[in-house]
């Protein structure tokens, strides 16, 4: 189901404009926090509905033994304007190892703008991203980018045969996929002895897949998907969900997705996040966040 404006669902609890761990907040603003009792940890951990941290189904179940282990995505009051136009606003979010969070809205909440921030294609303006608990900033771009890993609505492949673009990534840290090694990353995501086939002649599907493949041969340990399936059919973009469902459960790896199905966020995600104009409307369980649509 498309992203309706109209079917927003119930939002029992909002948050407050600001409301994030470590973002600052307008006086009376933080006295009226203060006064609930929601303190800025419990809204930035909570599972269930901003503010419902009483709530039985408000927790989302680690595996185990990550009690205590960094989160493997954290934006801490995460903000992005041009001029005078905000695109993203003060985002504070978690997310855990092994973890699938859609991101939804209408169209022109931020949802892209917030995902580019997540492994620096666009530079944040304030706040920062924590990928296992350090700063991104800290890191070189070239090394973000391969442990965040990015998949684009649209495929774009290099001109040239399917091994060479998967085999691009590692080329660029100095390493070398071996041809058995590209042949098993094709098999893994269904196109056995596709090594040699050109580019200009995938299907839609097909592309996507090495898109995906070339993604996943820098072995990130956090996937980023931007509408990976908008342009696919249901048939194909069923079978893209399945395949990254599967490996993300193989490899345990952090996933966030911006999509305008809601019917693919049931699907696939853990947790879902609202936005709307740059700002967190709320953040909670799937199944609860999106129980109307």
């Not at 269930?48 to 185990?64: K, L, N, Q, V």
């Not at 469902?245 to 199905?261: F, G, Y």
Request: proline share 5%.
């Amino acid at each position: 189901m498309p992203w309706v404006r109209n079917s927003w669902p119930r939002l029992i609890s909002l948050q407050p404009e600001g409301v994030a761990r470590g973002c600052p907040l307008p006086t009376k603003m933080a006295q009226s926090t203060k006064k609930k009792n929601m303190s800025a940890v419990t809204i930035t951990r909570s599972t269930g509905y901003i503010g419902d941290a009483a709530s039985s189904e408000a927790t989302w179940d680690r595996p185990a033994g990550l009690a205590h282990q960094a989160p493997a995505l954290e934006t801490e009051c995460l903000s992005r304007s041009i001029a005078e136009r905000i695109l993203v606003s003060d985002i504070s979010v978690q997310v855990q190892l092994g973890e699938v969070l859609a991101v939804v809205g209408p169209s022109g909440a931020g949802k892209s703008s917030f995902l580019r921030l997540l492994n620096r294609l666009d530079e944040p303006t304030g706040g920062t991203v924590r990928l296992n608990g350090q700063d991104y900033r800290e890191l070189a771009p070239r090394e973000l980018r391969r442990r965040v890993g990015m998949v684009m609505q649209a495929a774009y492949l290099f001109p040239g045969t399917v091994a060479a673009n998967v085999a691009f990534g590692p080329a660029q840290c100095g390493e070398r996929l071996a041809p058995e090694q590209i042949a098993i990353l094709l098999q893994r995501v269904g196109l056995p002895g596709y090594q040699e086939r050109d580019v200009s002649n995938l299907s839609g599907g097909e592309a996507q897949r090495v898109s995906i493949v070339r993604t996943l041969a820098n072995a990130p340990e956090a996937l980023l998907l931007d509408e990976p399936t908008s342009a696919l059919d249901d048939i194909s973009a069923r079978g893209i969900e399945d395949l990254v469902l599967s490996i993300i459960h193989e490899r345990r790896m952090t996933c966030v997705i911006v999509t305008h199905n809601t019917a693919q966020a049931h699907r696939i995600a853990d947790r879902t996040m609202i936005l709307e104009a740059g700002k967190l409307v709320t953040i909670g369980l799937t199944k609860e966040v999106l129980r109307d649509c």
